[in-house]
């Protein structure tokens, strides 16, 4: 491929270096660069994201963005949709059992949908107020309280103490 026709092909893509996108499960992440690399013979195109919270490294295919869920981070108006979703009271939270609980969680965290990661963190938060939760539904209320707090710091410009502030706030009289 010709310097021109790369540079056309990487001009195409949804994301650019120094963008702000969402990995599922991983959170928010900065694309440090787009790598093109030779595999099994065959050329491909590589993000290579490193997610803020863990500093990880993330290679994605451009071809597989929306396999993978690869997303911009929400806008304003997404942020008003997420804190009504937090607010919400009037939730039917199931009784089963809290592993069958945690499995439909943790396939809507995988998603890497906000809407859902809010629900999970609504339900959990008021679960936690009728009974104890196990520490596998504890640990995954920290993740998608952390996922969230991520995520609307970054789209509000604001600290991420402000944020947990606030969703500790929606949550004190649950």
């Known amino acids: 491929m010709s310097k021109g026709l790369a540079k056309q092909a990487f001009s195409e893509l949804p994301f650019k270096v ?23 013979g065959s050329k491909q195109t590589f993000y290579v994201l490193q997610i803020l919270d863990s500093g990880m490294k ?15 981070v929400i806008s304003d108006q997404e942020v008003d949709d997420v804190y009504e979703i937090l607010k919400q009271r009037d939730v039917h939270i199931d009784n089963q059992t809290w592993n069958r609980r945690y499995r439909e969680y943790m396939d809507k965290i995988k998603t890497g949908s906000v809407y859902e990661i809010a629900e999970v963190l609504r339900d959990l938060s008021l679960l936690k107020f009728k009974k104890e939760l196990s520490f596998g539904e504890r640990k995954m209320l920290d993740t998608a309280k952390s996922l969230l707090i991520k995520e609307l710091a970054i789209c509000e410009a604001r600290e991420e103490d402000e944020i947990e502030e606030e969703i500790n706030e929606i949550f004190k009289s649950a």
């Open 18 to 40: 120094g963008d702000k996108a969402v990995y599922p499960a991983h959170g928010v992440g900065e694309v440090k660069s787009i790598e093109s690399k030779d595999i099994m």
């Open 58 to 72: 993330i290679m994605v295919p451009t071809a597989n963005v929306n396999a993978v869920g690869l997303r911009e």
